[in-house]
Structure formats: structure tokens, C-alpha cells
């Protein structure tokens, strides 16, 4: 019994170590796809149209291909080509996983946008504001609302999505957990790790749930 509970505080501590670093690319990723996103969507919906098709042409990529395969290209793909990669591990798990989610957040956010009809708009300028004054002051606030939805569950599917960083052997929480499979044949510490994910995706559901709750007064 003494036994088993020591390797138990040794796998929790190993499985923390990982799971810090899973939350570490979990809060990168968001912290830089959001606004990245944004200014993908307005060049998908710009008026130049060489421009539009560009960046909805390179949404279509990203979103097309699987992310384990981004990862590879970001990490291994400028060796591949002869050059000397510049981005450690870590650091090119994160340049695949803002590309990625900033892709699938611009894609919620002109769902969201073109969602708003043209009478808020047209109101706006009414009252002398100009169309940066009416998105930001008016229309915005409505998109969050009706995004907040879609929007939580691309960001509970990107808690999980961090265990692909392993392809590239960044040391995160699957990482982790994988390594104790492989050197002891144990594999519990596998649904241990499972456990973070479910406690953690748990939390964000009830933080949406309540964001959700505070936007109620927005009503169609």
C-alpha cells in the first residue's frame, strides 16, 4: 500500500509538470489566436477581393488538413527544406496551434458578423456614428453574444487538442503520462491524465455557462 501511494505522488508530480505546460500552450494559443482570428475574418469578408479569396483560400488549408500535420510542417518541415529551424519545440507547437484555432475562431467570428442585420448598421449611422463607432460600440457586443456558444466549444476541443503537441515530443500532460506506459507497462496514470483534462474542461463549461448567462440581455 506505502508503495503504490508513493508512485502515486510520483505520477501526480510528473503529471503536473506536464499539465503546466499543456496550460501554458492552452493559454498562449487563446491569448493569440482570438485577435489573430478577428483580423483574419475582416480579410476573408474585405471588399478586394485578391485579398479575400487569399485568406479564405488559406482558411480552407488550415481547416482541411489535420493539425498533427501542421505540427510536423511548422517543426520538421524547414530541415526538410534545408533550412536551420529556428523555433524550439514548444515554441513551434505554438505557431501550429495559433494558426490553427485563429483559422476556426475567424470562420465563428464572420458567421457571427454577418448574423447582424443590416438595420443595426443603418441605425448606427442614423445616429451620426461612424462604421468603426458602430461595430465596436454596437455590433460587436451582439456577435460576442451569439458566438459565445461555438466559440467554448472550439476552446474545450483546443484543452484536448494540446496532446497532440507530443508528436513533436513537447513535454506536456499526455507526454507525460505516455512516458510511464512505455518504461513501466502501467496505464493507469494514462486515465489519471484523463482526469486533468475532464476537471479542467469542467471548469471552462461552467465559466461559459456563466459569460452565457451575463449576455442574456442581449436579445434577438
Same mark, same amino acid.
Do not use: N
Given at each position: 500500500m506505502d508503495t503504490f501511494f508513493q508512485d502515486f505522488l510520483y505520477v501526480t508530480q510528473e503529471l503536473w509538470i506536464g499539465f503546466q505546460s499543456t496550460?501554458?500552450?492552452?493559454?498562449?494559443?487563446? %491569448?493569440?489566436?482570438?485577435?489573430l482570428g478577428l483580423i483574419i475574418c475582416f480579410g476573408s469578408m474585405s471588399r478586394f477581393k485578391p485579398?479575400?479569396?487569399?485568406?479564405?483560400?488559406? %482558411?480552407?488549408?488550415?481547416?482541411?488538413?489535420?493539425?498533427?500535420?501542421q505540427l510536423i510542417i511548422v517543426f520538421y518541415g524547414p530541415g526538410l527544406l534545408g533550412y536551420v529551424s529556428m523555433l524550439d519545440r514548444f515554441t513551434a507547437a505554438l505557431l501550429a496551434f495559433v494558426i490553427n484555432y485563429a483559422c476556426y475562431f475567424s470562420e465563428i467570428y464572420r458567421g457571427g458578423i454577418e448574423s447582424i442585420s443590416k438595420g443595426q448598421y443603418e441605425a448606427g449611422q442614423v445616429l451620426g456614428l461612424t462604421k468603426t463607432q458602430v461595430f465596436f460600440k454596437?455590433?460587436?457586443?451582439?456577435?460576442?453574444?451569439?458566438?459565445?456558444a461555438p466559440m467554448s466549444n472550439e476552446i474545450i476541443t483546443l484543452v484536448k487538442d494540446t496532446s497532440l503537441a507530443r508528436v513533436i515530443a513537447v513535454q506536456e500532460i499526455i507526454h507525460s503520462a505516455n512516458s510511464f506506459r512505455t518504461t513501466e507497462a502501467i496505464l493507469w496514470p494514462m486515465f489519471y491524465a484523463g482526469a486533468f483534462y475532464l476537471v479542467f474542461c469542467g471548469i471552462l463549461t461552467l465559466l461559459f455557462g456563466y459569460i452565457e448567462k451575463k449576455l442574456s440581455y442581449f436579445r434577438s
Open positions: 496550460l501554458k500552450l492552452f493559454a498562449l494559443t487563446l %491569448v493569440l489566436s482570438l485577435p485579398l479575400k479569396w487569399l485568406v479564405r483560400t488559406f %482558411v480552407w488549408i488550415i481547416r482541411g488538413t489535420p493539425l498533427m500535420l454596437i455590433v460587436l457586443l451582439q456577435v460576442i453574444k451569439r458566438i459565445v
